[in-house]
């Protein structure tokens, strides 16, 4: 019986991923990953590596999902971070990454981000164009 979780998400592109994991200060590892579950282990292409656990990422069908044996992982945590859940992980890293979409759609569309800000969990932009 698996003790993994898979967590499908809409993120698309491995660079913004990884810059997501950077700008959450995330050691990873990239390429053909193993990532350690209780007594199993499953691939990945990017791999948070964790004391005994880790998490994984890798993209089906056009989209990453993630995948860890969130059991350990929260008991351990990854690479001296304490990783509480899954919903928490999964949260602020698609948050992250949902930021970098913004910001790049923002400027190809000629705005400029002027002010960025944490309402309650919520990161909101202001953006103005100059003409």
Do not use: N
């Not at 993630?66 to 059991?71: G, N, P, S």
């Amino acid at each position: 019986m698996s003790h993994f979780a898979r967590v499908k998400t809409l993120m698309r592109e491995r660079e913004k991923v990884r810059e997501a994991l950077r700008q959450l200060d995330y050691q990873y590892e990239e390429g053909e990953c193993l990532i350690r579950g209780w007594s199993q282990s499953e691939r990945a292409e990017i791999k948070i590596p964790g004391q005994s656990y880790d998490i994984g990422l890798r993209q089906r069908d056009g989209v990453y999902e993630v995948v860890a044996d969130w059991w350990g992982v929260a008991r351990d945590g990854v690479l001296g971070r304490r990783v509480v859940s899954q919903e928490q992980f999964v949260g602020e890293v698609t948050q992250r990454y949902s930021y970098l979409t913004a910001v790049e759609l923002l400027e190809e569309s000629g705005y400029q981000v002027v002010e960025e800000r944490d309402e309650e969990g919520e990161l909101v932009l202001e953006a103005v164009r100059y003409y």
